[in-house]
T-cell receptor, first 112, second 112 residues
Framework: ELKVEQNPLFLSMQEGKNYTIYCNYS?????LYWYRQDPGKSLESLFV?????AVKQEGRLMASLDTKARLSTLHITAAVHDLSATYFC????????????FGDGTTLTVKP | DTAVSQTPKYLVTQMGNDKSIKCEQN?????MYWYKQDSKKFLKIMFS???????INETVPNRFSPKSPDKAHLNLHINSLELGDSAVYFC???????????FGPGTRLTVT
């Protein structure tokens, strides 16, 4: 059974600081997703990482994938209050591209 | 135009009732999904259809039955509702199985 572990689960940071959220998974996969969810809202797809070494950036967020280490990171640069949300990673096994298993989510609070 | 829509947005019903949630996507995607998010925000895939064919059927009680009348629609029917079915149900779609997913606004189901 595929297990996905995110850490930290809660993150409080000041505006302007940098931080990284980690996503470890237990089974061979070459497909990893990052989502953002605001309180009471739906999920927004941030990144889809499809190969080892993939790196994608949008604004202050950068995601990377190391399939050999079974690790993805979501790096936040110079955080701003608008980034406060819950971030989920999800992993699909190589054998079943549509069957995502989600991490527990990281709730990020950015304080002024 | 809403890309992925769900109806209803809120559903309050009593134990033992039968209810349906509807989902429609106007993105021309081939694959659609149902997810359940519980009160602790854990997300779990339930079903997935590709071109009207069921491709993912997770360990879900038989009381849950998906139906895809065409590629743009995926409905979820739930029989004999139980308290534990209370959750937010999200529909999503992707162009291909395993591709970037676009989520609907969610249906908050409360069983009393």
């Amino acid at each position: 059974e595929l297990k996905v572990e995110q850490n930290p689960l809660f993150l409080s940071m000041q505006e302007g600081k940098n931080y990284t959220i980690y996503c470890n998974y237990s089974t061979t996969s070459d497909r990893l997703y990052w989502y953002r969810q605001d309180p009471g809202k739906s999920l927004e797809s941030l990144f889809v990482l499809l190969s080892n070494g993939a790196v994608k950036q949008e604004g202050r967020l950068m995601a990377s994938l190391d399939t050999k280490a079974r690790l993805s990171t979501l790096h936040i640069t110079a955080a701003v209050h608008d980034l406060s949300a819950t971030y989920f990673c999800a992993v699909a096994p190589s054998t079943n591209a549509g069957k995502s298993t989600f991490g527990d989510g990281t709730t990020l609070t950015v304080k002024p | 135009d809403t890309a992925v829509s769900q109806t209803p947005k809120y559903l309050v019903t009593q134990m033992g009732n039968d209810k349906s949630i509807k989902c429609e996507q106007n993105l021309g995607h081939d694959t659609m999904y149902w997810y359940k998010q519980d009160s602790k925000k854990f997300l779990k895939i339930m079903f997935s259809y590709n071109n009207k064919e069921l491709i993912i059927n997770e360990t879900v009680p038989n009381r849950f039955s998906p139906k895809s009348p065409d590629k743009a629609h995926l409905n979820l029917h739930i029989n004999s509702l139980e308290l534990g079915d209370s959750a937010v149900y999200f529909c999503a779609s992707s162009q291909v199985t395993g591709g970037r997913q676009y989520f609907g606004p969610g249906t908050r189901l409360t069983v009393t």
